[in-house]
């Protein structure tokens, strides 16, 4: 079963435009890590942000923050103040004991365009 | 502090032939993790592992083979080359409860 779902292949925003791209997630363990990964064209992954299910506050890291929605299992990444070093995909990723011993389960990915 | 290495960065096969594709990591991670990730796809878990002499297979783990002798290193081998595992190759590492988890740059496998 998919776990980690994001719904936008693809997006064009404005630079210096605010962009929020989707995760949702389905998981039984209440213990769980949400993490966001981006990959440039160049294919290093870089870690962005991490959110635990314990958390008492969303997740923030410089320009990006984390909208974690316990109840709705959604932990969107929000990028404020877009700029053309955004352009990337963009991949969320869970962690939980299930079914994977802790290792992490990924979506497809949100490919970024910023446009200038 | 190197973090996470993988050599080779590129590598062409023929069918049938095998590698070795090497990674290990300084910054005594007890769980490592082999994915591929194919084009326009997020990555999937091959085989993986949570301590020195501990392996598990992951999502798609047939043609692969790993070993964990240290907990510096994590070879992935591949057994007889097949097109179908033409892809870009990550290793990453991290701690038991990670709030983080580290990747290698990767290695890109053309086989033809």
């Known amino acids: 079963a998919q776990k980690i779902t994001q719904t936008q292949p693809g997006m064009f925003v404005q630079e210096k435009e605010a962009v929020t791209l989707d995760c949702t997630y389905d998981t039984s363990d209440p213990s769980y890590g949400l993490f966001w990964y981006k990959q440039p064209s160049s294919g290093e992954m870089i870690f962005l942000i991490y959110?635990?299910?314990?958390d008492q506050q969303n997740a923030t890291e410089g320009r990006y923050s984390l909208n974690f929605q316990k109840a709705r299992k959604s932990a969107n990444l929000v990028i404020s103040a877009s700029q053309l070093g955004d352009s990337a995909m963009y991949f969320c990723?869970?962690?939980?004991?299930?079914?994977?011993?802790?290792?992490?389960?990924w979506g497809a990915g949100t490919k970024l365009i910023i446009k200038p | 502090n190197a973090g996470v290495t993988q050599t080779p960065k590129f590598q062409v096969l023929k069918t049938g032939q095998s590698m070795t594709l090497q990674c290990a990591q300084d910054m005594n991670h007890e769980y490592m993790s082999w994915y591929r990730q194919d084009p326009g796809m997020g990555l999937r878990l091959i085989h993986y592992?949570?301590?020195?002499?501990?392996?598990d297979q992951g999502e798609v783990p047939n043609g692969y083979n790993v070993s964990r002798s240290t907990t510096e290193d994590f070879p992935l081998r591949l057994l007889s080359a097949a097109p179908s595992q033409t892809s870009v190759y990550f290793c990453a590492s991290s701690s038991r409860t990670p709030r983080e988890q580290y990747f290698g740059p990767g290695t890109r496998l053309t086989v033809t």
């Open positions: 959110q635990g299910s314990y």
């Open positions: 990723a869970m962690r939980d004991s299930q079914d994977s011993n802790y290792q992490l389960i």
């Open positions: 592992s949570v301590g020195a002499g501990i392996t």
